[in-house]
């Protein structure tokens, strides 16, 4: 269950959403159909500038650059956008899981104590310098029994709950705001790259049994981890698909364009190479046996400067640095205690996901299932140049149309008044 902030309503008409890769920057303009489902009536991109893995490093840069990218949007939209929506997976992501309880007037559950139960969830702690951006109930307790949804009725001396929030750090945040701000923006939502692309690439039996969102980008690996129907924990790495560039650049001499391409276009990883077969061809003439191995030009790749490499060492090296991903996202995963939560299931989206036999080179590695992102569901998304690598834009859209409200017991109504009698006051609205 998402528990969103309850000041804030449904939003309506057109939506401006900002993917913020490190090496594009996309924006999408979303609206809803007749149907009450998110459609994308139009979008844009550049390419990234004053970023570096997901976060801002030179902020006028960064915000000269969303100015352009959104004004390309709305030209061909035709839409003027005043509130900018924003998925990025800078931050640090911080996750933390916190019990709450509130003891029962009469032995019983009633409305009044989940009133009181949502007014705490304000108060639970963030780390310092973080700002929340998501808090979802994983259940509600009594009595000692949990995965209770609704508790009202039910004996019991007090009411608890597990609230799990997901924080960014307030220098991500502000930065962002102030770059908005620049192009006579404000800010929206603000969501985690991994957790958005969730909604779009699992189903609703992947959230409930447990499944893991990798999102593969250029500067960053995201991922974000659910069970139970709920986002319980999320993360980010300063490492992603670049690096394999970077390593084609170092290993073959190659210029960062040219080894771009050879990745793009050449790149595959394979979880079992066939085996070499050596072959013995019979000599024309004299008595000397040569034993050969040829290599079959198909398994040749030619560089722009005439040199040919093996198809298989470009491959061994994609594959060491993949390695070298998942072996951070596994100890990340271990750290955290949520190997056993994952199940066996994994989503992968963004622009390295599409990267040739990357599914089956993870599934073989952590004999796991794995699929790709199916981002389709969205209408409009068929037009998209790379939707796999917006799977988290359009994860946003579809949050934005389909969010839940809060629980029946919405306290928006409420108001909270100041000073001393006023604190006295929203005591009694609590607990009364």
Sequence with gaps: MFLRHPKRDLPKGPQAILDAGSNELAVLITDTDADGKPTIIGHASHVSAGLRRGEITDLDLFANTVGKAV??????????????????????????????HVDSADAHIS?????????????????????????????????????ITNPVGMPGPKLEADIALLSLSKQTTENLRIAAAQNHLMIGEIHHTASMAALISMDEDDKDVGCLQLDLG??????????????????????????????????????????????????????????????????????????????????????SSGEQIERRMMQDVISCRIDDILELVQKR??????????????????????????????????????????????????????????????GMAKFLQSRPDLPVYDLKSRPRFLGAFGRFGNWLSENI
Excluded at 124 to 139: A, I, N, S, Y
Excluded at 220 to 235: E, G, Q
Excluded at 343 to 353: F, K, L, M, T
């Design 333 to 394: 995963i271990e750290a955290a205690g949520m190997t056993a939560i994952m199940s066996r299931r994994i989503r992968i989206s963004g622009g390295g996901a599409a990267l040739r036999g990357l599914s089956d080179y993870i599934s073989h590695k952590w004999n796991k299932h794995v699929s790709l992102a199916q981002p389709s569901n969205i209408q409009g998304s068929a037009e998209l140049e790379t939707p796999l690598a917006l799977s988290a834009a359009l």
């Design 71 to 100: 004004q390309a949007a709305e030209r061909k939209t035709g839409i003027t956008v005043e509130e900018l929506h924003v998925v990025t997976s800078a931050g640090r992501p911080h996750s933390s899981i916190h019990r709450l």
């Design 218 to 303: 250029a500067g960053t690996t995201s991922a974000a981890i659910y069970s139970n129907d709920v986002l319980v924990h999320a993360f980010s790495l300063p490492v992603g698909f670049h690096d394999i560039t970077r390593d084609l650049v170092q290993i073959f001499g190659l210029q960062t364009n040219e080894a771009e391409r050879l990745k793009v276009v050449e790149g595959e990883v394979v979880a079992i190479h066939p085996p070499v077969v050596n072959t013995l061809p019979f000599p024309a003439s004299g008595d000397n046996f040569v034993i050969s191995n040829p290599v079959n030009p198909l398994d040749l790749l030619t560089l």
């Design 111 to 147: 409305a009044r104590e989940l009133r009181r139960l949502q007014s705490r969830i304000a108060d639970l702690p963030t780390p310092d310098g973080f700002e929340r951006v998501q808090h979802h109930l994983l259940q509600y307790i009594v009595n000692g029994a949990g995965h």
